[in-house]
């Protein structure tokens, strides 16, 4: 009797978690209590019902613009642990001012503690967007750029990952399917502690998470797409030519190798963007830049397109 009661209380906990968390603390503390008082299941068993409980629901909160802004912050610095930051105090400022120009037309312009954009030196060709508004830029993605419309596209494409959430996306469905993977698991008996303690571990590595997908693995073709179309309607929003992402492409595609260690392998091929690109019913001419803009440009970062 006590191992069916526990094989339904898991499975009715697997069954209820994406109604949200106050169903599934709710939930189990009704079936627990009941367990206990009718002596189908002991104190313990129902205090392990509890925690793991407690650690589904963990897995389907919201964070907090703070939560998320300091993860963020973490994963930045893992970032920079592995890639240094470029000492040009004028380049980065430069990039800045039009990543902040691009961030406020957005669709999420504020955030916890604003946008930060970074060149990072190394010839790798990659870039970085963090949860909470953390973004970096190589120097060897930089050197694909021939104009700032070029480098906006490379921006425009960052923020949408920030904007649609992506990071975050990826943290809490990795959370949710360890979770649940152990739950069913362990569905044919009570939970003990080693069980519990799986689960609270399946919830620990967030940052490790999150960085995995940005250097190791990179998002999937779908949020890469999605951040690509958002990055089009940034730059049409901007007055910069959404052709511009294309052109970006197209150079990526000539200088990096398939196989490698950075954007080839966290990224779908440009080839492939440009394609998903060209499908949709936008204009993607390129356009000359305005004078001024190839001014700027040149002035703030022409000495390292060298």
Request: a neutral charge; hydrophobic letters at 40%; charged letters at 20%.
């Amino acid at each position: 009797m006590k191992q069916r009661f526990g094989l339904m209380s898991v499975a009715g906990l697997a069954l209820i978690a994406l109604a949200g968390c106050a169903t599934v603390e709710t939930a189990a503390t009704i079936a627990t209590s009941v367990g206990e008082a009718t002596g189908t299941i002991s104190p313990e068993q129902g205090e392990s019902v509890r925690k793991s409980t407690a650690a589904v629901a963990k897995s389907l909160e919201e964070f907090t613009p703070e939560q998320e802004y300091y993860i963020g912050r973490t994963v930045g610095a893992v970032v920079l642990d592995k890639y240094k930051p470029l000492a040009d105090a004028r380049a980065n400022a430069y990039l800045n001012t039009l990543g902040q120009t691009l961030a406020q037309a957005s669709n999420r312009p504020e955030l916890f503690a604003g946008y930060h954009f970074l060149i990072l030196n190394t010839d790798d060709i990659n870039a970085f967007a963090t949860p909470g508004g953390h973004i970096f830029i190589t120097r060897g993605l930089l050197r694909c750029c021939r104009t700032e419309d070029a480098l906006a596209a490379v921006l425009a494409h960052e923020i949408a990952h920030v904007e649609l959430g992506h990071g975050m996306k990826a943290i809490e469905k990795a959370r949710m399917t360890e979770a649940l993977t152990v739950l069913a698991q362990e569905g044919a008996k009570s939970l003990g502690g080693r069980e519990v303690a799986q689960l609270t571990q399946a919830f620990g590595g967030v940052i490790s998470d999150i960085t995995n997908t940005m250097i190791t693995n990179g998002y999937s073709r779908s949020y890469e797409y999605q951040a690509d179309r958002a990055a089009v309607a940034l730059l049409q929003r901007m007055g910069y030519p959404p052709g511009a992402l294309i052109g970006m492409l197209e150079v990526m595609s000539d200088r990096i190798k398939p196989g490698g260690t950075d954007f080839s392998k966290t990224h779908p091929s440009p080839r492939n963007r440009i394609n998903e690109l060209k499908d949709g019913k936008t204009p993607l001419d390129p356009i000359e830049p305005p004078a001024v803009r190839n001014e700027r440009f040149t002035k703030a970062v022409g000495h390292l397109l060298r």
